[in-house]
């Protein structure tokens, strides 16, 4: 196997990509680029022509990038089709995909009378009972065949399965096993003629070279399905690692259909894509959930091995917490575009953002302080007795320029002159000054106000 792995990330283009489909993204990604010169593949998996929207082609792309995913290679399965015709092909002439033309209610129907007697759920191969003539009338009716794929699990008699166990070391969950006599045929292609994403899938990381799939916990059973049809074609089997699902607090699977953890919707509201990252990426491993700086750091983190086996509970609150840590140890120049877009003088980018970065919990939140230092502030309403004291300090303003000494020299002699102390000194001012009751440190806001702006805060 190469020493340079090459791995995919296959989603489906049929809605917004939510935080546990990148937790599959990163778990590649990392594997692949931050712990080796591999490849990444972007494939989208488009099969669906009703469902599948380049707005959400697109929309995928743009949310990697924002993590900092950026592919080195990106296909459209829609554009692959031949690749599957012709495997489908080698599949007939070796006698390993067969016609079906149960409809589902009939399938349905067989299956319930099964369980009612105690039988297995496991399709009974009876299509490969089917004459000619059977097929023949079939098509006459307009029935249109399913077909299904020949599993492996029998000697000679593919009426009497036996248990065939198909194993491998999984990256993340050590020993696995998949007996196939426990499994029906799975269609491969559906009655309209489109491919499933099994095939689909085999065929493209065949051709593509893939060397490890890292994937959901949910796909274990189609790995050992996967692998025997890996086999049937004549490609590599890959390395597979499958890591723990995320669900809600509530224990629910994540669902594009849902939107709420949806990358697109969780970048709209301002969180950081590292704090997202970093709690996809932790979230039920051994170790501690903290922000990471970038990919490579929280690569370091990441021991397959130490993935918990069991599904692990997302908390959005979460977000926030890591999303405002990292916030408050962004530096200027990381935010310098976004300030000047809220209208915050370029002169003052670096005084104002490290003035007010540990009162926001998202880089927009500056917008609000940028109005309170330099735009309008909110009036506050003061007693007659507090109306006295401001007519008094603000009588002390002292002249500028201003520092950050400069708080301390005002508050200085404002408590030389009225005999305020604490709070009863301090709040007043902040009111005044800020119209709000908190916020950051005065003697960083005074210089930024100014001693024109600041006079006419005057109550």
Same mark, same amino acid.
């Given at each position: 196997?190469?020493?340079? %792995? ?8 049929? !809605?917004?990509?939510?935080?546990? $489909? ?5 778990? $590649? ?46 296909? &459209? ?5 031949? *690749? ?10 070796? +006698?390993?995909?067969? %016609? ?6 009939? *399938? ?8 009612? &007697? ?23 009716? +307009?029935? &249109? ?6 599993? %492996? ?8 399965? #036996? #248990? ?8 993340? *969950? ?32 065949? =051709? ?8 959901? +916990?949910?796909?274990?059973? $189609? ?20 890591? $723990? ?45 903290e922000a990471m700086p970038d990919l490579a750091s929280l690569g370091e983190k990441l021991a397959l091995d130490s993935v918990s086996a069991s599904a692990s509970k997302f ?21 310098? =575009? ?29 917008? +609000? ?59 007043? *001012? ?19 106000? !100014? ?5 006419? &805060?005057?109550?």
């Open positions: 196997m190469s020493n340079h %792995p090459s791995v995919r990330f296959a989603p489906s283009p049929t !809605g917004y990509i939510h935080i546990g $489909n990148l937790r599959t993204a990163l778990f $590649n990604w990392i594997f692949a680029k931050e712990r080796a010169e591999g490849t990444f593949i972007l494939r989208y998996d488009d099969t669906d022509r009703e469902r599948s929207r380049d707005e959400y082609a697109q929309a995928i792309r743009e949310d990697l990038e924002w993590l900092g995913i950026r592919p080195d290679i990106v296909v &459209r399965q829609s554009d692959r089709l031949a *690749l599957y015709d012709a495997a489908t092909e080698r599949l007939k002439a070796a +006698g390993l995909l067969y %016609p079906c033309y149960e409809t589902q209610e009939e *399938l349905e129907r067989r299956r319930s009378r099964m369980i009612a &007697r105690g039988g297995s759920r496991v399709y009974g191969r009876e299509a490969l009972k089917l004459t000619d003539v059977d097929r023949e009338r079939f098509e006459a009716e +307009g029935r &249109r065949p399913h077909w299904r794929f020949l599993l %492996p699990n029998f000697e000679n008699d593919s009426f009497a399965p #036996r #248990r065939t166990d198909v194993a491998w070391t999984d990256l993340v *969950l050590g020993e696995e096993t998949v007996d196939l006599s426990s499994l029906s045929d799975p269609v491969l292609v559906r009655e309209d003629g489109t491919y499933v994403y099994t095939l689909a899938s085999v065929v493209d990381d065949g =051709e593509m070279g893939i060397t490890h799939i890292i994937r959901g +916990g949910d796909h274990i059973t $189609n790995t050992g399905v996967q692998i025997a049809l890996f086999r049937a074609l004549g490609y590599a089997v890959p390395a597979f690692g499958h890591h $723990n699902i995320l669900t809600t607090v509530d224990g629910e699977g994540l669902s594009k259909r849902s939107g709420a953890l949806s990358l697109r919707s969780l970048r709209d509201d301002g969180i950081q894509p590292m704090a997202v990252a970093s709690l996809s990426v932790l979230t039920g491993t051994a170790s501690a959930i908390d959005p609150a979460e977000l926030e917490r890591l999303s405002a840590e990292i916030v408050h140890g962004l530096a200027p120049d990381a935010v310098r =575009e976004e300030l000047i877009g809220f209208g915050v003088p370029e002169a003052e980018i670096e005084a104002f953002w490290l003035a007010v970065r540990a009162n926001c919990t998202r880089v927009r939140d500056a917008e +609000g302080w940028r109005r309170v230092v330099f735009g309008e502030r909110d009036a506050a309403e003061f007693s007659e007795e507090d109306r006295g004291f401001l007519a008094t300090a603000f009588d002390l303003l002292p002249p500028e320029p201003w520092d950050a000494g400069t708080w301390k020299v005002w508050t200085d002699r404002v408590k030389a002159a009225t005999g305020r102390k604490g709070k009863t000194l301090f709040m007043p *001012l902040r009111l005044a000054l800020t119209g709000l009751d908190q916020g950051p440190e005065l003697a960083q806001l005074l210089p930024l106000i !100014g001693r024109a702006r600041a006079s006419v &805060r005057r109550p």
